[in-house]
């Protein structure tokens, strides 16, 4: 097996990785603002509907996209709430990334973009279903 | 679906280089003090932040045009789980509140990018045509 076989046989399962690692970080923002988990942070109690509405996104699609279940339209739901996100707060706050604290929302909105297209890899339940529909 | 997927090695790209462009704003700060000085970080820079501000701006210029994607990536990545464990995993465990996502989140893109390559349009890809 040469050294770029062995890469593109490791492809869909670090993508599976990057989708796991980036729901759990998107899950943490909306479990801090509807729980306090691991701690308050900055958002008004009680949430007006917008962010109670953003919250509730984060932590079911979050965990959805964890699972990779139903990978490519809950990854769509929540680009599109990242988008609205960067130009409803941190557009406001100035025009660099780096400065408005919006490059998470950035990375996240392009991230579930791409497993919008790609899907959500090898490991993950889509995948588990597919491969038991076959069965 | 089809559709989907033969977008999806174009929006890898757009990923590639948002990210990277993201990466490189950060080490043009610690350089250049441009658009604004980095917050916290000292003047002059000590070595360990030059050569992660470096690293920033020269990897962030290549995976943007997407040229040698995968060894840069791999450097990238690094350098920012590095920079996680160096300074962001020392306020506190939770990545929202230690100001750490980003970093993690750069260094799974990037090591995504050493298995996935740049995508559709890259340097790279380019290259690949042209032999």
């Avoid at chain 1, 691991?38 to 958002?43: E, F, K, L, T, Y």
């Avoid at chain 1, 599109?80 to 990334?97: H, L, V």
């Avoid at chain 2, 040698?68 to 990545?95: D, N, Q």
Wanted: with cysteine.
């Amino acid at each position: 097996m040469t050294a770029g076989t062995r890469l593109a046989l490791w492809r869909p399962r670090v993508l599976s990785l990057l989708r796991i690692i980036a729901a759990l970080l998107f899950m943490e923002h909306g479990l801090i603002k509807h729980f306090h988990f691991p701690a308050r942070h900055g958002a008004p109690v009680p949430l007006p509907p917008t962010l109670f509405i953003a919250a509730t996104i984060e932590v079911i699609g979050g965990g959805l996209l964890a699972l990779g279940l139903f990978t490519r339209p809950v990854a769509f739901l929540c680009a599109g709430e990242m988008a609205m996100a960067y130009f409803g707060f941190n557009n406001k706050i100035g025009p660099w990334p780096a400065l408005n604290l919006g490059d998470v929302t950035i990375l996240f909105c392009w991230i579930f973009l791409y497993l919008f297209c790609e899907g959500g890899g090898a490991w993950s339940l889509d995948a588990l279903r597919r491969r038991l529909g076959r069965a | 679906m089809d559709r989907l997927n033969a977008w999806s090695p174009r929006v890898l790209s757009l990923l590639r280089i948002i990210t990277a462009l993201l990466f490189m704003e950060h080490g043009l700060m610690k350089l250049f003090h441009f658009p604004a000085p980095q917050p916290g970080a000292p003047d002059p820079l000590p070595t360990i932040l030059l050569v992660a501000a470096i690293l920033e701006v020269g990897g962030g210029a290549l995976l943007t045009l997407g040229l040698f994607t995968r060894a840069a990536a791999f450097i990238c990545s690094g350098e920012m789980a590095a920079a996680y464990f160096l300074v962001h995993a020392k306020s506190g465990p939770w990545p929202a509140l230690n100001g750490g996502d980003d970093a993690i989140l750069m260094c799974w893109v990037f090591f995504y990018l050493v298995f996935a390559g740049g995508g559709a349009w890259s340097v790279d890809a380019l290259v690949r045509k042209r032999a």
